[in-house]
T-cell receptor, first 116, second 111 residues
């Protein structure tokens, strides 16, 4: 069964460093998402991406964050200058259709980001 | 602003018991509701999706219901097994933002 994959599974970085989290969505999906979950808290939406541009973003997704689909398969989340409070599990998701359609979002296994 | 609440926060039951997990949401204007399973330190596995026009969905021992007008959903697990131990998350797709999650119910099924 097709699945969303994410690399790395765990990333440790120093505060102020740039990190890139990678995702490979399910191949026929058109909508891509990033969510994060700080330990012990709810899963929170960061950004959605469709047709090579951001379709929605939350207040969390400030200028330090960016997303890109550099080729036909990868979807990346970049954090330019990490802060301690960026430590969280980051989930990538994809769906075949967007809101109003079938819309089941399939999630990857997550990347645990630890900022020291 | 849409808020999703899940009760109870944690639940421990003996193997074989039938159980119900509850989810409530504040704004009934949703496109769909999704139930997920999360194992410790792992990703989210989609269990069931209910469209706003539907009242329930079933998959194996799982049955999810949706009462949009009252802002409630339940996940029924029949004949629970130790392998069902996990955190169960409810998430709604509102009209103007992607998925809004509850905090989850942590289920332990004791053999």
């Amino acid at each position: 069964e097709p699945e969303v994959t994410q690399t790395p599974s765990h990333q440790v970085t120093q505060m102020g460093q740039e990190v890139i989290l990678r995702c490979v969505p399910i191949s026929n999906h058109l909508y891509f998402y990033w969510y994060r979950q700080i330990l012990g808290q709810k899963v929170e939406f960061l950004v959605s991406f469709y047709n090579n541009e951001i379709s929605e973003k939350s207040e969390i997704f400030d200028d330090q964050f960016s997303v890109e689909r550099p080729d036909g398969s990868n979807f990346t989340l970049k954090i330019r200058s990490t802060k301690l409070e960026d430590s969280a599990m980051y989930f990538c998701a994809s769906s075949e259709t967007g809101r109003g359609g079938i819309g089941t979002q399939y999630f990857g296994p997550g990347t645990r980001l630890t900022v020291l | 602003k849409q808020e999703v609440t899940q009760i109870p926060a944690a639940l421990s039951v003996p193997e074989g018991e039938n159980l119900v997990l509850n989810c409530s949401f504040t704004d009934s204007a949703i496109y769909n509701l999704q139930w997920f399973r999360q194992d410790p330190g792992k990703g989210l596995t989609s269990l069931l999706l209910i469209q706003s026009s539907q009242r329930e969905q079933t998959s194996g021992r799982l049955n999810a219901s949706l009462d949009k007008s009252s802002g409630r959903s339940t996940l029924y697990i029949a004949a629970s097994q130790p392998g069902d131990s996990a955190t169960y998350l409810c998430a709604v797709l509102p009209g103007n933002t992607p998925l809004v999650f509850g905090k989850g119910t942590r289920l332990s099924v004791i053999a």
